[in-house]
């Protein structure tokens, strides 16, 4: 008797047909900045005792590669923070080594870079993107509430030298960068980096206003084609990116518009929070408890609660800037990861 091929894994499909590859895994809530579009000055953290284990991270990330997902990115809080992030790096890097991963990727306010640059590309990390919203020190020290540009420039560069491709991240603010953003495009391209410049969201409760901050990517766009030359790329991503190359520098520029376009009808991702919850879109609430279904049903269980939820994934997010409109969630950033 010939022995029965195993049954293949039906891939996550949710009901709008959109493909699930993309994890973005959240290690900590816990960050050593304060960005004033992120968090509250006096942000409260999670009782250490309700953040997952590295062991049962691996495990929940590794049901959804068997799934089928390709692309896995860590992110926080501030991941690099995590005392034993990079034990979780190590432990994942097995599913890049058999093939099953196409990319393990980490988002960081770059501070802590410098110290793991080298062993994060030894694991097989081949790009990280950096979050940097001014260069100038004491812009950086305001927007961060107490930040050093001097360690996430550091950090930038150990990336580099380590080999890995550095993508920078800038979240556009009227008042304070928006004047800088020509400047910092120039310099990113200049030292051989991507760079795409994103739309504040109006997600967790930051104890202020975003109102007036915020500064739509059309009218940087074309502030920016005053002075440069920008054509399309055709590069697709199932994100809510677009990008441009910009002529005179020959980088490419993304523009992550969130607010003013909406591209949830190709959105392949989905968020897993350092406590084990599974979000199905960023700007919506509803979630399942995976670490639950990991401690009473293990993997099989785990596999079915995500099965339920990913059949209902939502088909959008309602964003909205106007004043007084609050947070479309109340959960930070940080808190869903980015
Ligand atoms: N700490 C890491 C960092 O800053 O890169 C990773 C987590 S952070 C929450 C991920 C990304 O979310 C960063 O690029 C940050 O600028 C962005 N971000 C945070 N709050 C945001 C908001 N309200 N609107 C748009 N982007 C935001
Ligand atoms: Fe920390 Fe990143 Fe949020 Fe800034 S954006 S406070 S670095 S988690």
Redesign the pocket.
Known sequence: MTALAPAPIAPLIDPLGRAIRYVRLSVTDR?D???VY??AERQTFLPRNQVLSVDALDRLASVFVDLGARRIRLT???PLVRRDVMDLVKRLSRHLASGALEELTLTT?GTRLAEHAAALADHGVRRVNV?LDTRDPGTYRRL?RGGDVGRALDGIAAAHAAGMAVKINVVALRDDNAAELPDLIAWAHGEGHEISLIEAMPIGEIGADRTAQFLSLAEVRRELETRWTLSALDRRTAGPARYVRVQETGGTLGFITPMTHNFCGDCNRVRVTCTGRLYLCLGQDDQADLATALEAGGEAGVERAIRDAVARKPGAHDFRIAAGAGAAVARP??MTG?
């Open positions: 960050c900045l304060r960005c992120c968090m926080g809080g501030e306010n979050s961060t950033m940080s980015g």
